[in-house]
């Protein structure tokens, strides 16, 4: 009796203190100036959460190293440039589709939906991309997948860098090429109306904040769900996974579905945030990023990974630029005779810290206590012979 | 799928048939696309085939490259199984290594040519040394502490490892492609082959290559390390309780693949006269294409690769363009990996499943 009363109190204090905590990062804004940096850096790191967290249901749960994550990324960004912009400035005689645009973009030429449009269309272009992306490497097991899935991501991030050549549709090319498409539209949404973020970024902070929180809520219902159970049975032991009834090819083609759905939502928050769409920037350092946020937090721990895509982002956005490559830091390396900029090896720092963490404490941050058991266990066969390269080899036979 | 085609008796056997030939050989039809479509068109156009050969003897210089790095990954999977991921960083900063040794041994495109031969065998022997020690340095810091770990592990340092070499490349000579003394003149004509010009920067390529190669096989073939090498790929416990140290044949491993991989660098260094830190990136997973074709584990079937991706690269670099050579290439990794893991030569390996 006093434990069910213990855990009800623990139940409440639990929602008592997320409740406050979501507040608290929601009047965080209030108290800076409506254009500051901070908020601008705190959007980025929110819409990388949402990258994270799609990234940690393919990597975390179901075991799968997607290197090609930055495929989804650019999907949704490019959903923005195909779908909110001007870009095809062609269709209709020049006179555009718009579909509940805000009362700017409604007379302009190009295709103009809105924004709940976009991200439903986002999520769905990016989820059938992940099915295509999964299928080859259904067959496949560990690093072949990861190999595979990096090509994906290279041949996508190519088709958008040199799409200017390519014509689809009567003489629409399918990118812009090395040039951005801009300007993208602002946010706008049915209630709120346009947000506008040459005045403030608030509204854009909480519209991120609150594709947080819906994604946060979908992972927490997603990892305790059948599915869910699926895909960390997976992780742990495949073939054990498909003779208790797990269907496989179902379970990983939804991994990939799902964790790509996240990463076109979080492209299609970017387009209008950053207001165009370069695909220069679509390169593999981005899936590394992102795969560096869920290695810092912990794989498969879904506060972790929250946790590891907030510092990550600010290594990024704050850290690198502004203390490492401040005066006091440029000083003392002058002084040891070190002459660069850390925001030239940016990639190499986060490439230090997935080294890094991957030796010292590859459960993460925040590990999860399943996937730490999975890293620290040891069968009896393992401790009776303490061969070195034994539990590798053991696992390729 | 075994036991459905057991029960399904004689009238399956038309369709075992086709998909047996579909798999043994749709994937050289495959191969054979690129060459034979601009080999038409070049027919059709210029009536003769001197354009695509000329593509080819680029592709063949491309792919002796390619084979040596290719080396590295086939020798370090075929004994532990892990994708050195920062393979290609290390043919990169042996490229840059070559570089930056120049002016020191006084090299110019004016040295006499017995001064330019001594000189570049001293720097080849060098930039090789440095790539071997750098790699087994990797294995030392960023894989051997996850022998124990899940296969991804080591894959993610590998990684990790990568873009910090990468970084290494863009602190030593900075972010921008940075050209070098053209040496040896590589672009100048030296004979004709049937009407296509052979340059001098393809005989070198081969001419590098193939003693190393050579070399490569008859050690793993005949000295007992080689011997220990294969033993450990075979069977890594069974190696140990022989009395063979494991791991300092798995470090012998990587030393030999970073010695290729640093010939590769020198040649690039010569055959581009330019170099990039970011040009290990894509040659490394051009190479890593190439070890899969060969068949991974399989030194033989990595120089095959490397040729055949290295033509690839030459047609679809000269005909398609520079843009889309990566995106091509690795249109072939996926269809490869997908259809034929185990290679053009290879055995049939775990991941064919």
Same mark, same amino acid.
């Given at each position: 009796?006093?434990?069910?009363?213990?855990?009800?109190?623990?139940?409440?204090?639990?929602?008592?203190?997320?409740?406050?905590?979501?507040?608290?990062?929601?009047?965080?804004?209030?108290?800076?100036?409506?254009?500051?940096?901070?908020?601008?850096?705190?959007?980025?790191?929110?819409?990388?959460?949402?990258?994270?967290?799609?990234?940690?249901?393919?990597?975390?749960?179901?075991?799968?190293?997607?290197?090609?994550?930055?495929?989804?990324?650019?999907?949704?960004?490019?959903?923005?440039?195909?779908?909110?912009?001007?870009?095809?400035?062609?269709?209709?005689?020049?006179?555009? %589709?718009?579909?509940?645009?805000?009362?700017?973009?409604?007379?302009?030429?190009?295709?103009?939906?809105?924004?709940?449009?976009?991200?439903?269309?986002? +999520?769905?272009?990016?989820?059938?991309?992940?099915?295509?992306?999964?299928?080859?490497?259904?067959?496949?097991?560990?690093?072949?997948?990861?190999?595979?899935?990096?090509?994906?991501?290279?041949?996508?991030?190519?088709?958008?860098?040199?799409?200017?050549?390519?014509?689809?549709?009567?003489?629409?090319?399918?990118?812009?090429?090395?040039?951005?498409?801009?300007? %993208?539209?602002?946010?706008?949404?049915? +209630?709120?109306?346009?947000?506008?973020?040459?005045?403030?970024?608030?509204?854009?902070?909480?519209?991120?904040?609150?594709?947080?929180?819906?994604?946060?809520?979908?992972?927490?219902?997603?990892?305790?769900?059948?599915?869910?159970?699926?895909?960390?049975?997976?992780?742990?032991?495949?073939?054990?996974?498909?003779? #208790?009834?797990?269907?496989?090819?179902?379970?990983?083609?939804?991994?990939?579905?799902?964790?790509?759905?996240?990463?076109?939502?979080?492209?299609?928050?970017?387009?209008?945030?950053?207001?165009?769409?370069?695909?220069?920037?679509?390169?593999?350092?981005?899936? %590394?990023?992102?795969?560096?946020?869920?290695?810092?937090?912990?794989?498969?721990?879904?506060?972790?990974?929250?946790?590891?895509?907030?510092?990550?982002?600010?290594?990024?956005?704050?850290?690198?630029?502004?203390?490492?490559?401040?005066?006091? #830091?440029?000083?003392?390396?002058?002084?040891?005779?070190?002459?660069?900029?850390?925001?030239?090896?940016?990639?190499?720092?986060?490439?230090?810290?997935?080294?890094? #963490?991957?030796?010292?404490?590859?459960?993460?941050?925040?590990?999860?206590?399943?996937?730490?058991?999975?890293?620290?266990?040891?069968?009896?066969?393992?401790?009776?012979?303490?061969?070195?390269?034994?539990?590798?080899?053991?696992?390729?036979? | 799928?075994?036991?459905?085609?057991?029960?399904?008796?004689?009238?399956?056997?038309?369709?075992?048939?086709?998909?047996?030939?579909?798999?043994?050989?749709? *994937?050289? $039809?495959? &191969?054979?696309?690129?060459?034979?479509?601009?080999?038409?068109?070049?027919?059709?156009?210029?009536?003769?085939?001197?354009?695509?050969?000329?593509?080819?003897?680029?592709?063949?210089?491309?792919?002796?490259?390619?084979?040596?790095?290719? *080396?590295?990954?086939?020798?370090?999977?075929?004994?532990?199984?892990?994708?050195?991921?920062?393979?290609?960083?290390?043919?990169?900063?042996?490229?840059?290594?070559?570089?930056?040794?120049?002016?020191?041994?006084?090299? /110019?495109?004016?040295?006499?040519?017995?001064?330019?031969?001594?000189?570049?065998?001293?720097?080849?022997?060098?930039?090789?040394?440095?790539?071997?020690?750098?790699?087994?340095?990797?294995?030392?810091?960023?894989?051997?502490?996850?022998?124990?770990?899940?296969? &991804?592990?080591?894959?993610?340092?590998?990684?990790?490892?990568?873009?910090?070499?990468?970084?290494?490349?863009?602190?030593?000579?900075?972010?921008?492609?940075?050209?070098?003394?053209?040496?040896?003149?590589?672009?100048?004509?030296?004979?004709?082959?049937?009407?296509?010009?052979?340059?001098?920067?393809?005989?070198?390529?081969?001419?590098?290559?193939?003693? *190393?190669?050579?070399?490569?096989?008859? =050690?793993?073939?005949? @000295?007992?390390?080689?011997? $220990?090498?294969?033993?450990?790929?075979?069977?890594?416990?069974?190696?140990?309780?022989? !009395?063979?140290?494991?791991? /300092?044949?798995?470090?012998?491993? =990587?030393?030999?693949?970073?010695?290729?991989? !640093?010939?590769?660098?020198?040649?690039?260094?010569?055959?581009?006269?330019?170099?990039?830190?970011?040009?290990?990136? @894509?040659?490394?997973?051009?190479?890593?294409?190439?070890?899969?074709?060969?068949?991974?584990?399989?030194?033989?079937?990595?120089? &095959?690769?490397?040729?055949?991706?290295?033509?690839?690269?030459?047609?679809?670099?000269?005909?398609?363009?520079?843009?889309?050579?990566? $995106?091509?290439?690795?249109?072939?990794?996926?269809?490869?990996?997908?259809?034929?893991?185990? !290679?053009?030569? !290879?055995?049939?390996?775990?991941?064919?499943?």
């Amino acid at each position: 009796m006093t434990r069910v009363r213990q855990l009800r109190g623990d139940q409440r204090a639990g929602w008592v203190i997320g409740g406050a905590v979501v507040l608290a990062f929601a009047l965080m804004p209030l108290f800076r100036a409506p254009l500051d940096g901070f908020t601008g850096d705190a959007i980025l790191a929110l819409a990388y959460v949402v990258m994270a967290l799609g990234l940690n249901l393919v990597v975390g749960f179901a075991g799968l190293l997607d290197l090609g994550y930055v495929a989804f990324y650019a999907l949704g960004l490019m959903a923005t440039g195909w779908w909110a912009s001007d870009f095809y400035s062609g269709v209709k005689d020049q006179k555009g %589709i718009h579909i509940g645009a805000s009362n700017f973009a409604d007379k302009l030429p190009g295709i103009h939906l809105n924004f709940l449009i976009l991200i439903v269309g986002a +999520i769905v272009i990016c989820a059938i991309a992940g099915i295509i992306i999964g299928l080859p490497t259904l067959r496949l097991r560990g690093d072949y997948i990861a190999i595979v899935t990096l090509a994906f991501g290279e041949i996508i991030s190519r088709v958008f860098a040199n799409g200017d050549s390519l014509e689809i549709f009567h003489n629409d090319a399918i990118s812009n090429g090395r040039q951005s498409i801009s300007p %993208i539209d602002q946010i706008n949404l049915p +209630i709120f109306g346009e947000l506008d973020s040459a005045t403030s970024l608030r509204p854009y902070y909480w519209c991120v904040l609150a594709l947080c929180l819906v994604v946060l809520f979908v992972n927490f219902r997603l990892r305790d769900s059948r599915l869910g159970r699926a895909w960390i049975a997976l992780r742990e032991d495949e073939v054990a996974a498909a003779s #208790m009834g797990v269907p496989l090819v179902k379970t990983k083609l939804l991994s990939y579905a799902a964790g790509g759905a996240f990463g076109g939502i979080s492209g299609c928050f970017l387009g209008p945030f950053f207001a165009s769409v370069n695909a220069n920037q679509f390169m593999f350092g981005v899936s %590394i990023f992102i795969l560096g946020m869920v290695i810092l937090g912990g794989l498969g721990s879904i506060w972790g990974v929250l946790l590891g895509a907030i510092l990550l982002s600010f290594v990024n956005s704050w850290l690198i630029p502004d203390v490492l490559d401040g005066e006091w #830091m440029q000083g003392k390396l002058s002084s040891l005779g070190l002459n660069f900029q850390f925001s030239e090896v940016e990639f190499g720092v986060f490439g230090f810290i997935l080294l890094l #963490m991957m030796v010292l404490r590859p459960e993460g941050l925040i590990p999860e206590r399943r996937h730490q058991l999975e890293l620290t266990e040891m069968t009896p066969g393992e401790l009776e012979e303490p061969g070195q390269l034994h539990a590798t080899y053991e696992a390729r036979a | 799928m075994e036991a459905a085609s057991v029960t399904a008796g004689p009238p399956r056997r038309r369709s075992e048939a086709v998909r047996d030939f579909v798999s043994r050989y749709g *994937l050289i $039809a495959i &191969l054979l696309v690129l060459p034979v479509v601009y080999g038409l068109q070049d027919l059709s156009n210029d009536g003769n085939l001197t354009r695509l050969g000329e593509n080819l003897a680029e592709g063949v210089s491309n792919g002796a490259i390619l084979a040596l790095i290719a *080396l590295g990954y086939t020798l370090v999977y075929g004994i532990i199984e892990l994708i050195n991921f920062a393979h290609g960083e290390v043919f990169m900063l042996g490229s840059l290594t070559a570089a930056a040794l120049y002016s020191p041994f006084g090299l /110019t495109p004016d040295t006499s040519a017995a001064g330019l031969i001594l000189g570049l065998l001293a720097i080849l022997v060098l930039s090789m040394l440095v790539s071997g020690t750098l790699n087994v340095m990797i294995e030392r810091v960023a894989y051997r502490p996850l022998r124990n770990a899940p296969k &991804l592990a080591p894959l993610i340092t590998a990684v990790g490892m990568s873009f910090i070499l990468q970084n290494v490349g863009i602190l030593w000579i900075g972010a921008s492609q940075k050209s070098v003394p053209d040496l040896i003149g590589s672009q100048e004509h030296l004979f004709n082959i049937s009407g296509v010009s052979i340059n001098r920067g393809t005989v070198l390529a081969v001419a590098t290559m193939i003693p *190393l190669v050579f070399l490569l096989t008859s =050690f793993v073939a005949h @000295s007992r390390l080689g011997k $220990a090498m294969r033993a450990t790929a075979q069977d890594p416990e069974a190696a140990r309780l022989m !009395g063979i140290n494991v791991d /300092t044949t798995i470090s012998l491993t =990587f030393l030999l693949g970073g010695l290729m991989a !640093g010939a590769a660098g020198l040649i690039t260094a010569l055959y581009q006269t330019s170099i990039w830190y970011f040009q290990g990136f @894509s040659a490394g997973l051009y190479a890593f294409t190439a070890a899969v074709m060969g068949g991974i584990g399989n030194i033989r079937g990595a120089v &095959l690769g490397g040729f055949i991706i290295g033509i690839i690269q030459g047609i679809s670099d000269n005909r398609i363009g520079n843009d889309w050579t990566p $995106a091509i290439v690795f249109v072939y990794l996926i269809i490869i990996m997908v259809f034929r893991p185990q !290679g053009l030569i !290879g055995e049939e390996t775990r991941e064919a499943g």
